[in-house]
């Protein structure tokens, strides 16, 4: 495992509500639900996509993915709106608010009637993650508000197989197009991190460096081993002194103090989400007691781990995503 894989372990699309729509110009759709990640896919036809107040939208077209980072409202409409133009429901180009996980029809048949004409209309799939913990909130850190991606030939295929997934309701439907998102989703976002326009994070670059690639996955792989500068040296067969150089000019900061940070992320997710004590939590991540862990987390967090837990604790918190089409 690596970093990026620690990133997208807890964004997953789970129990997702689908809707089927098949949107006839004039339309426009206003995202509101305050997801964390909204990912778009236009399987049929195409529309423009921003938000109101942050520059022109942008075109987002069949064959292409949006990613969309929130839990500020964005539009998708059938023509370039300028921001700070009112697009609300009712007005003769706005379709309702996409609030909750519904059917949005916008004049033309569903998706799934066998005899739709689909001429001239767009079918759009969103699937909106509400991210929560601290790991998967370091991936929303380094995003841009809009990730638009050109997807592969590789990609055709599965924009057909989601279309036909949602018109044919089969077992296990709804696992196969969570997993299908999910993929979706994170492929493109790799493909954004590796172009020469994205600004991914310093370690993104440096896990192909043959010194500090191979440290970074350890101290992934196993964050609650008692690593010393001298063995994480060794996973990378150089000197102490070769690694801590390399590792700080690559990542911007030394070896230790990454993985102590590291650490903490991961602590504050298990202080969050599960019922393990203080002191078990210390020991997962690396730390012989809980006085030597909390006095660590408290000066990289502000607060005891016992105080984020309860500060953590909000009813109502979900994981999981809702698709809108």
Do not use: N
């Not at 048949?109 to 998967?136: F, M």
């Not at 841009?144 to 018109?167: G, K, M, T, W």
């Not at 370690?203 to 690639?213: C, F, I, K, S």
């Amino acid at each position: 495992m690596d970093p990026f894989d620690d990133l997208l372990r807890g964004v997953r699309g789970d129990g997702a509500v689908f809707g089927r729509s098949v949107l006839s110009p004039p339309w426009a759709l206003r995202f509101t639900d305050g997801a964390s990640l909204t990912l778009c896919v236009p399987l049929r036809g195409e529309g423009w996509i921003g938000r109101e107040g942050e520059g022109k939208p942008r075109p987002l077209r069949l064959g292409e993915v949006a990613v969309v980072r929130g839990p500020e409202p964005f539009i998708f409409s059938d023509e370039p709106f300028i921001p700070g133009e009112p697009l609300a429901a009712g007005e003769p180009r706005a379709a309702a608010p996409a609030r909750t996980p519904r059917d949005v029809r916008c004049g033309g048949a569903g998706l799934d009637e066998p005899d739709a004409d689909l001429t001239g209309r767009t079918v759009l799939l969103a699937g909106a993650y509400h991210v929560r913990g601290e790991v998967a909130r370091r991936l929303l850190r380094v995003l841009p508000s809009l990730v638009l991606i050109p997807d592969d030939d590789d990609c055709a295929p599965l924009r057909d197989y989601l279309e036909a997934q949602l018109i044919r309701p089969r077992p296990g439907r709804q696992i196969v197009l969570d997993r299908l998102l999910d993929w979706l989703l994170v492929c493109t976002l790799r493909d954004w991190f590796d172009r020469p326009e994205a600004a991914p994070p310093a370690w993104y670059r440096a896990l192909v460096d043959d010194v500090v690639g191979p440290v970074l996955r350890a101290m992934h792989d196993a964050p609650g081993r008692p690593w010393t500068l001298a063995s994480l040296a060794t996973e990378a067969a150089v000197s102490r002194t070769t690694l801590a150089k390399r590792f700080t000019e690559l990542v911007g900061e030394p070896p230790l103090a990454y993985l102590a940070e590291w650490r903490m992320a991961l602590a504050a997710d298990l202080l969050a989400e599960s019922p393990a004590t203080v002191a078990a939590v210390a020991q997962q991540v690396g730390y012989a007691d809980a006085f030597g862990f909390s006095a660590a987390f408290k000066r990289l967090r502000g607060v005891s781990p016992s105080e984020y837990r309860d500060a953590a604790r909000i009813p109502g918190l979900d994981g999981g995503s809702r698709l809108l089409v």
